[in-house]
C-alpha cells in the first residue's frame, strides 16, 4: 500500500514536472517570437535605441502593446480592430504627450474674424452620404511625428479644403509656418494650440504659404518670414458650427472640410487598424483632427470620415472612420463639442 502511494507520488511529481517544464518551454518560445516580431517591426519603422537598456524597455512595452491588441482582436465584440503600428513601443502617456496637442478652449473670447451666424444653419440639401477625397478637396496624409501640433494639421487641412472649393486648386500648404511663426497667443508649436487661433493668425497674416516652399520639420524653430511672406491661400474669416449638434456638423461637413476637436486619449484610439471606432473615449479634448465626410456602414452604423496626422501607417490609411449620430449630444470622443472652419 505504502509502494502503491509512493508510486503515485512519484507519478504526479513526473507530470507536474512536465508540465511546468512544458509551460516554461511555451513561454520561452512565445518570448522569442515577440522578439522576433519586435526586431522586425524596429526594421520596418527604422527604430534605433540607444543601448540595451533602453531597447529592453521599449521591448517591454512592445510586447504589452502587441498582447493587448491580440487580446482585443479575439474578443472579436467591437466592430473595429487594432494593429501594430509605428507606436507600438510606446505607452500611452508617452503617446498622448508627443502626438496630440490640441488646448481645450475655456472659454470664448471675442474675435473679429469669426462669425457668430451659421452659415449653413438652414442648408437642407444634405447629401447621405460624402467623401471630400472624391473631389479632390483633400490632400495626402501628413505626419506630425512627436511634435504636439496637431491643431496646425487640422486647421490647414480644413483650409486647403475651402482653398479648393473657392479656387478650383488643390494646394498643400505649410503646417510649420503655423508652428514657427504663430506663437504670439495660445498657440505654442509643439507644446500645443488651438485651431480656431490658427485661423486668426493666418487672417491676420493674409494667407499661408505652401508645403513645399516651408516644408514640415516637426520641431519648433524660428519664423521664417521670407519664406512665409510667400502665401499661397488666404482666408478671409471663420466660424464655429453650433456646439453639441452632430446634426449641424453633417450641414457643415456636407459642404467644406471641417475642423474638430476630439478626445483621443484611449489606449484603443492609439491602436486603431480599421473599422468603425465605438471607443469609451471621454470629452478632455486634446487632439485636433479634421472630419473630411460622413457615411453609412453596412450595418446600418452611420460614422464620420476623419482625417488624422499620425502617417499612414496608422488607421485606414492615416484615417479613422467614428461613430456618428450617437446619444450623448457631444459625439463619439467630443467630436461635436467645438468645430469650426474658415471661410473664403
Same mark, same amino acid.
Given at each position: 500500500?505504502?509502494?502503491?502511494?509512493?508510486?503515485?507520488?512519484?507519478?504526479? /511529481?513526473?507530470?507536474?514536472? #512536465?508540465?511546468?517544464?512544458?509551460?516554461?518551454?511555451?513561454? *520561452?518560445?512565445?518570448? =522569442?517570437?515577440?522578439?522576433?516580431?519586435?526586431?522586425?517591426?524596429?526594421?520596418?519603422?527604422?527604430?534605433?535605441?540607444?543601448?540595451?537598456?533602453?531597447?529592453?524597455?521599449?521591448?517591454?512595452?512592445?510586447?504589452?502593446?502587441?498582447?493587448?491588441?491580440?487580446?482585443?482582436?479575439?474578443?472579436?465584440?467591437?466592430?473595429?480592430?487594432?494593429?501594430?503600428? =509605428?507606436?507600438?513601443?510606446?505607452?500611452?502617456?508617452?503617446?498622448?504627450?508627443?502626438?496630440?496637442?490640441? #488646448?481645450?478652449?475655456?472659454?470664448?473670447?471675442? *474675435?473679429?474674424?469669426?462669425?457668430?451666424?451659421?452659415?449653413?444653419?438652414?442648408?437642407?440639401?444634405?447629401?447621405?452620404?460624402?467623401?471630400?477625397?472624391?473631389?479632390?478637396?483633400?490632400?495626402?496624409?501628413?505626419?506630425?511625428?512627436?511634435?504636439?501640433?496637431?491643431?496646425?494639421? *487640422? /486647421?490647414?487641412?480644413?483650409?486647403?479644403?475651402?482653398?479648393?472649393?473657392?479656387?478650383?486648386?488643390?494646394?498643400?500648404?505649410?503646417?510649420?509656418?503655423?508652428?514657427?511663426?504663430?506663437?504670439?497667443?495660445?498657440?505654442?508649436?509643439?507644446?500645443?494650440?488651438?485651431?480656431?487661433?490658427?485661423?486668426?493668425?493666418?487672417?491676420?497674416?493674409? $494667407?499661408?504659404?505652401?508645403?513645399?516652399?516651408?516644408?514640415?520639420?516637426?520641431?519648433?524653430? *524660428?519664423?521664417? #518670414?521670407?519664406?512665409? /511672406?510667400?502665401? /499661397? =491661400?488666404?482666408?478671409? $474669416?471663420?466660424?464655429?458650427?453650433?456646439?453639441?449638434?452632430?446634426?449641424?456638423?453633417?450641414?457643415?461637413?456636407?459642404?467644406?472640410?471641417?475642423?474638430?476637436?476630439?478626445?483621443?486619449?484611449?489606449?484603443?484610439?492609439?491602436?486603431?487598424?480599421?473599422?468603425?471606432?465605438?471607443?469609451?473615449?471621454?470629452?478632455?479634448?486634446?487632439? $485636433?483632427?479634421?472630419?473630411?465626410?460622413? $457615411?453609412?456602414?453596412?450595418?446600418?452604423?452611420?460614422?464620420?470620415?476623419?482625417?488624422?496626422?499620425?502617417?499612414?501607417?496608422?488607421?485606414?490609411?492615416?484615417?479613422?472612420?467614428?461613430?456618428?449620430?450617437?446619444? =450623448?449630444?457631444?459625439?463619439?470622443?467630443?467630436?461635436?463639442?467645438?468645430?469650426?472652419?474658415?471661410?473664403?
Amino acid at each position: 500500500m505504502a509502494l502503491l502511494l509512493h508510486n503515485k507520488l512519484v507519478l504526479m /511529481a513526473m507530470l507536474l514536472v #512536465t508540465l511546468w517544464a512544458s509551460q516554461s518551454w511555451s513561454r *520561452s518560445l512565445h518570448e =522569442a517570437s515577440m522578439e522576433l516580431r519586435h526586431k522586425t517591426w524596429m526594421t520596418q519603422y527604422g527604430r534605433v535605441y540607444k543601448g540595451n537598456v533602453e531597447k529592453e524597455k521599449r521591448f517591454k512595452i512592445f510586447k504589452e502593446n502587441v498582447e493587448f491588441i491580440e487580446s482585443f482582436n479575439n474578443n472579436g465584440n467591437k466592430p473595429y480592430k487594432l494593429g501594430i503600428n =509605428a507606436f507600438t513601443d510606446l505607452t500611452n502617456e508617452e503617446f498622448r504627450a508627443s502626438h496630440n496637442g490640441y #488646448t481645450m478652449s475655456m472659454s470664448s473670447h471675442q *474675435s473679429s474674424y469669426r462669425t457668430k451666424s451659421f452659415r449653413y444653419e438652414n442648408v437642407t440639401a444634405v447629401p447621405p452620404s460624402l467623401d471630400w477625397r472624391t473631389k479632390g478637396a483633400v490632400t495626402h496624409i501628413k505626419d506630425q511625428g512627436q511634435c504636439g501640433c496637431c491643431w496646425a494639421f *487640422s /486647421a490647414v487641412a480644413a483650409m486647403e479644403g475651402i482653398t479648393k472649393l473657392s479656387t478650383g486648386t488643390l494646394i498643400s500648404l505649410s503646417e510649420q509656418e503655423l508652428v514657427d511663426c504663430d506663437t504670439s497667443g495660445m498657440d505654442q508649436g509643439c507644446e500645443g494650440g488651438l485651431m480656431d487661433d490658427a485661423f486668426e493668425f493666418i487672417i491676420e497674416n493674409n $494667407g499661408l504659404t505652401t508645403e513645399a516652399n516651408y516644408p514640415y520639420e516637426g520641431v519648433d524653430g *524660428s519664423c521664417n #518670414t521670407r519664406k512665409a /511672406a510667400n502665401h /499661397a =491661400a488666404k482666408i478671409t $474669416g471663420y466660424e464655429n458650427v453650433p456646439a453639441y449638434d452632430e446634426e449641424a456638423l453633417r450641414k457643415a461637413v456636407a459642404n467644406q472640410p471641417v475642423s474638430v476637436a476630439i478626445d483621443a486619449g484611449e489606449s484603443a484610439f492609439q491602436h486603431y487598424s480599421s473599422g468603425i471606432f465605438t471607443g469609451d473615449c471621454g470629452t478632455e479634448l486634446d487632439h $485636433g483632427v479634421t472630419v473630411v465626410g460622413y $457615411g453609412t456602414s453596412d450595418d446600418g452604423t452611420k460614422y464620420w470620415l476623419v482625417k488624422n496626422s499620425w502617417g499612414t501607417s496608422w488607421g485606414e490609411d492615416g484615417y479613422i472612420r467614428m461613430e456618428r449620430d450617437i446619444d =450623448a449630444k457631444e459625439g463619439l470622443c467630443g467630436i461635436a463639442m467645438e468645430p469650426s472652419y474658415p471661410t473664403a
